[in-house]
């Protein structure tokens, strides 16, 4: 208990400081130090990560770096990802959750260790340059909200490894504004998870309590130190261990019944696949294409 402890103050430190990644240690922690059910951990997760992130946007708002309407636009739609990823979290087995854990911890690893590092003055803004954008590309925010609403709700992760990256170029927002504005986001998209996942999953009640309140506690530290410390020089080196633990989830979890309980899944959900599959390229082919176009307009 005192390891997940520590671990617990770390994931706070690390929400607080990064704007997310942090989040992305709390379901191994329950489930293989705690020895929580998968989905136990998942709520749990979200509860740590949702009350954590509430106190640390409070922390960044006093300082001036969230952008409520970029915050709101974006959450909107994450919050009914997150609502349905909890629903359907249902159908899905527990020993499927963490493998797709475990492959957003390789997402999340890869975009941690190949963002560029910012400049130092980029983190720095002059008092009298507003931070806040005052026109955004809406349909792209409400796609990227939806679809890492639904990577919330359905692993318990808040999504600010790519919530940042996002946020710092669809709405061109500086780094330290991107990471309170993600963190607003993520309690948006925690609160709906939740309500996604509400009626039919149980937590202990006492471990929840504890992890949140170390969490919070940490975040505290990791707020003060955002404006502070380059936290693109902490991301590579977090992303190569959310790499390393990633893998072992991977290589833990995958086996011939994950692969046999994957195969039915397709099986019996054939037509729901095909019309999720359509939407995503669609989806995936228009953020190409905005990104192209955001990239050329910037040259």
Not at 31 to 38: K, N, Q, S, T
Not at 197 to 206: R, T
């Amino acid at each position: 208990m005192l390891l997940v402890s520590c671990l617990a103050i770390l994931i706070g430190v690390l929400l607080g400081l990064l704007g997310g990644g942090g989040s992305i240690l709390t379901v191994p922690v329950l489930v293989y130090l705690a020895e929580i059910p998968a989905k136990s951990a998942i709520v749990t997760s979200l509860i740590v990560v949702g009350s954590t992130s509430i106190i640390a946007t409070i922390n960044h708002s006093r300082m001036g770096s969230v952008c409520w309407k970029t915050g709101a636009v974006f959450g909107s739609s994450g919050m009914l990802g997150a609502y349905l990823g909890g629903r359907l979290t249902v159908y899905v087995p527990e020993a499927l959750l963490l493998v797709l854990l475990g492959i957003v911890m390789l997402a999340a690893s890869f975009s941690m260790i190949l963002s560029k590092k910012q400049p130092e003055e980029s983190c720095k803004q002059l008092d009298d340059t507003p931070i806040c954008p005052t026109e955004l590309p809406i349909f792209a925010i409400l796609l990227d909200g939806f679809f890492l609403g639904i990577i919330t709700g359905l692993v318990g992760v808040g999504g600010g490894f790519l919530l940042v990256p996002a946020l710092t170029h669809l709405a061109s927002l500086p780094v330290h504004a991107a990471i309170g504005t993600s963190l607003c986001i993520i309690t948006l998209q925690s609160t709906a998870g939740l309500f996604g996942h509400a009626g039919h999953i149980n937590i202990d009640l006492e471990i929840t309590v504890l992890v949140t309140i170390l969490a919070i506690i940490g975040s505290f530290f990791g707020s003060k130190a955002a404006h502070y410390i380059p936290a693109s020089y902490l991301k590579t080196g977090f992303g190569y261990f959310v790499l390393i633990l990633g893998s072992f989830l991977l290589y833990k979890e995958v086996n011939q019944e994950i692969i046999l309980q994957i195969q039915n899944l397709v099986e019996e959900n054939q037509q729901f696949i095909i019309g999720a599959s359509s939407v995503i390229l669609f989806s995936f082919t228009y953020r190409i294409w905005v990104w192209l176009h955001t990239k050329k307009s910037k040259i």
